[in-house]
């Protein structure tokens, strides 16, 4: 089992929906959660981090994580054709100083 | 200010020959990393620095990858005797801490062609 897994997609919406992306980890040791977005050709950037279990929202963007579940997310709303992009979703583990990160999840905002 | 900075941003080198990678992390910035992200893959960790800490190589694909970082800053990837498998980007990322909320800030990558 891959530590961090993630559907490779391609998620296809509609311009101003909501985009859900979802991630699962496998090491109930993990502590931090991390979004990054990565356009093509581009390195990753981060959007937003987690480490607690609940919601945490940063203007269109909210991050839910489910430590029981071992579930993160990150939401986009009013979603736009700029937001096409690689969604990379990273575990640190506790005791690590390490990004482990998945595959990504590459997102289509349709006009 | 400036961001993390990698040289060269292309490299194509010939089956067998050593290649060194470069990175100047974030001033102050102490932790620093070294990734590679093979076409429409995710970023696979190689390594890592904190401080005057051991490193952590535990990413390493093979004896022929090796890294250091010099006066807590800038960072040299070497690999020995490239294989067609070592084409890849090689991103280098640095943060200002680790733990819990530690963000990386990446480089633009190094691409790497080995004929």
Known sequence: QKEVEQNSGPLSVPEGAIASLNCTYSDRGSQSFFWYRQYSGKSPELIMFIYSNGDKEDGRFTAQLNKASQYVSLLIRDSQPSDSATYLCAVIRYGQGNLIFGKGTKLSVKP | ?115
């Open chain 2, 1 to 115: 200010g400036a961001g993390v900075s990698q040289s060269p941003s292309n490299k194509v080198t010939e089956k067998g020959k050593d290649v060194e990678l470069r990175c100047d992390p974030i001033s102050g910035h102490t932790a620093l990393y070294w990734y590679r992200q093979s076409l429409g893959q995710g970023l696979e960790f190689l390594i890592y620095f904190q401080g005057n800490s051991a490193p952590d190589k535990s990413g390493l694909p093979s004896d022929r990858f090796s890294a250091e970082r010099t006066g807590g800053s800038v960072s040299t990837l070497t690999i020995q005797r490239t294989q067609q498998e070592d084409s890849a980007v090689y991103l280098c990322a640095s943060s200002p801490w680790t733990g819990e909320s530690s963000p990386l800030h990446f480089g633009n990558g190094t691409r790497l062609t080995v004929t």
